[in-house]
């Protein structure tokens, strides 16, 4: 193309940047791409008229990006392109679009987001003002963030220049390569300042201690954390009060108060509050607990699991006696079989999507310090088992970018690893914590939770199908890998800053083992509305969707296609709106036509795997973590009980800490819906998703 006179370009915004005539022939070469009807010799040909053409146009003066794409447009149509320009046109109106909505939503976009991502930042991250305006753009959130975080390493050296971090934290976000959990986006750099997304909190059999937990729970609620709780301390509904010689209601009635109060404490003002709540399988209200939701209103604001160990696991295996024992006396009230206990599990779970399990033997198993007690609850979702009132913050590293040219680029990987550990170190160095106890023991152990995202993208750059022994195979690399990493990068802080206070008496307290900085690394958590923020898939789930409308804002909607699904179809040719638009209705190439076999085996969503794939894949990345991981086996609608059955014994057998399925309408509000939903609208219409999911339970949104 030469050296085109032409030096600056006027952007819309006001701003005068430098031309750059090679986006130019990019956009054409796009433009041909999607048409099938040129290569990048012709658009680069295309490029030099639509060039020549600008700098006879505008001698001395300073074109805009309008007078640059009209040129582009009559380029096209007058050299004969007309398909190309009409896709040029689409493409300019489609801009346009996101554009005023984003104006629409109030944010200046300085990172060129999706519109969908603006407005999850201006819901939950950007700061406002006292009059709830927005007083920050994505990148100076980001920005934000990374210098409160980088600037904490001051504390270990003084003095230290911290600016090449602070650099390296920003560059990461922005580039959608590692996003730390909400509370951090939310607070860090601001008044408020608490950085942790997940809590376990204690509840004792007595009024005080009941009602403690309650006041807790709502300032963690109120500062952005989640909670959780075991209510398997309290007394069975009839037992006795020795105080009032009265009887007790048992914990199922106090954990509707614990819900009511969460829903009017909105978590950190920004999010709904959220909870996990768990009763042992031998406690006596066992049952109601387990059925607590068979009201669909009841517990909204609940995830419930049951706390099943290995013993209960093997008596429902033969279906024995199973006692039940209550907690105030230590003796049995009463038996039920174990298989009976597990059929009542496997039905409401059929109907509600609760209880999942939690399996407490294999979570002490791994407790890191079980000197300080045992771990009997977890967070929300099930990735954090925590000590009573200890706390942990989490951050995903986003596995899409690691794959370059068709593999796995692992010096980049080690790089971010290296980077998140020592960011969420000094993440728990910056944090205000919301309770003393919970600041005493959250810094004795230091816990962090390092995760990933993206990783169905990966596997689609990597050639690889989800649902297949290779994906399994590249999951147990890329996860063992993440894991020694992370365990070299907190052993090389622990030399410079100690190990975490606790260390002494914990399973790593071994003279053949260097000590670590921090107590535990890794969780896998449902990343949730950072993946909207990163565009990439949800944690380690699977696509939701190749294709489907997102209600964005209050009556509108936007088409989304993932955009590996659409490079993919551009580039073998059998791409057209035709196909995009029954892809979204459908969500999924089954019974679609059109595409070649080998894009419908690695383009597979959610429902076209089997149960046990999305086991397996759950047990292999536990295998590697040191925390647990939280993942959904979404069932279609037609699954029965007894897949969800085999779905608990599997996730059992294979070594998960947790499990949660959820089948598809088996509540009336999802968060997904595959077809319409609308009044008038037709049943079949597009596949639709709230604007905060990206992936994993269908039947309500992630809290991380």
Not at 105 to 116: E, H, P, Q, T
Not at 206 to 220: E, G, M, R
């Amino acid at each position: 193309m030469g050296n085109p006179t032409i030096e600056r370009i006027r952007k819309r915004d006001g701003n005068v940047v430098d031309f750059r005539p090679e986006k130019i022939e990019a956009a054409i070469g796009k433009a041909l791409a999607a048409t099938g009807t040129g290569d990048g010799r012709i658009a680069a040909s295309l490029a030099g008229r639509a060039i020549e053409t600008l700098e006879k146009a505008f001698v001395g003066a300073v074109p805009t990006v309008e007078d640059i794409q009209d040129v582009v447009e009559q380029t096209l149509m007058s050299g004969g392109y007309a398909l190309a320009a009409k896709a040029y046109i689409l493409y300019r109106q489609q801009r346009a679009e996101v554009r005023h909505y984003k104006r629409l939503i109030g944010v200046r976009d300085d990172l060129k987001l999706g519109v969908n991502a603006i407005k999850v930042l201006e819901r939950r991250y950007l700061l406002k003002d006292e009059e709830g305006r927005v007083v920050e753009t994505p990148r100076e959130m980001f920005r934000r963030v990374a210098h409160a975080i980088a600037i904490v390493e001051t504390g270990f050296e003084p003095g230290a220049d911290t600016s090449a971090l602070e650099e390296e934290f920003f560059n990461s976000m922005i580039n959608g390569e590692f996003l730390p959990n909400s509370p951090t986006l939310m607070n860090a750099g601001a008044p408020l300042g608490q950085l942790s997304a997940c809590f376990v909190l204690p509840v004792e059999d007595s009024i005080p201690d009941i009602f403690d937990a309650l006041k807790n729970a709502a300032i963690v609620h109120q500062s952005g954390g989640g909670t959780g709780f075991t209510f398997g301390h309290l007394r069975p509904e009839g037992d006795i009060v020795g105080s009032t010689k009265g009887v007790a209601s048992g914990p199922v009635s106090f954990m509707r108060i614990f819900d009511v109060a969460t829903g009017v404490m909105k978590q950190g003002g920004k999010r709904r509050g959220a909870n996990m709540g768990i009763l042992p399988a031998g406690h006596p209200d066992i049952s109601q607990f387990v059925a607590a939701k068979k009201d669909e209103r009841a517990f909204s604001h609940f995830n419930l699991s049951v706390a099943a160990t290995d013993e209960f696991m093997e008596a429902v295996r033969r279906e024995d006696r199973w006692p039940l024992v209550n907690p105030r006396t230590g003796r049995e009230a009463q038996f039920i079989n174990a298989h009976e206990l597990l059929d009542l599990m496997v039905n409401n779970a059929w109907h509600t999507g609760d209880p999942g399990l939690v399996f407490l033997d294999q979570i002490n198993r791994s407790n890191p310090t079980p000197q300080l007690g045992t771990m009997e609850a977890t967070n929300p979702c099930g990735e954090l088992p925590l000590l009573p009132y200890e706390s942990c913050n989490l951050g995903s590293i986003n596995l899409s970018t690691t794959v370059s040219g068709g593999k796995v680029d692992w010096p980049k990987l080690e790089r971010l690893v290296g980077m998140a550990v020592r960011f969420l170190d000094n993440v728990v160095q910056a944090n205000r914590f919301p309770l003393e106890a919970i600041a005493r023991i959250t810094m004795g152990n230091r816990k962090i939770g390092l995760g990933v995202m993206g990783f169905a993208d990966a596997l689609i750059k990597l050639g690889i199908p989800y649902d297949s022994e290779e994906a399994l195979e590249t999951a147990e690399s890329v996860m063992r890998f993440v894991s020694m990493e992370a365990h070299r990068a907190s052993s090389k802080l622990a030399a410079k800053r100690g190990p975490f206070p606790n260390y002494r008496g914990s399973r790593y307290d071994r003279p053949e083992s260097a000590p670590l900085r921090n107590a535990s690394l890794l969780s896998i958590a449902p990343t949730g509305t950072l993946s909207i923020i990163a565009g990439c898939s949800s944690g380690i789930e699977p696509l939701f969707a190749l294709a489907f409308a997102r209600n964005v804002m209050e009556g509108t909607r936007l088409l989304e296609t993932n955009p590996l699904f659409e490079q993919a179809a551009r580039e073998r040719g059998f791409y057209s709106e035709g196909l995009m638009e029954e892809v979204a209705r459908k969500g999924t190439l089954a019974g679609v036509g059109g595409a070649p076999e080998d894009i419908r085996r690695l383009f597979v969503t959610d429902h076209d795997i089997s149960p046990e794939w999305h086991v397996r894949m759950q047990a292999v990345f536990q295998k590697h973590t040191d925390n647990a991981v939280s993942k959904t086996v979404n069932l279609p609608v037609r699954a029965s009980p007894e897949d969800i059955r085999r779905t608990y014994l599997l996730a059992h057998e294979l070594g998960c800490k947790g499990i949660t399925v959820y089948r598809y309408g088996s509540k009336r509000e999802q968060v997904l819906y595959l077809g319409s939903r609308a009044p008038g609208e037709a049943e079949a219409a597009y596949v639709t998703a709230d604007s905060e999911y990206a992936g994993g339970c269908i039947g309500g949104s992630c809290p991380i």
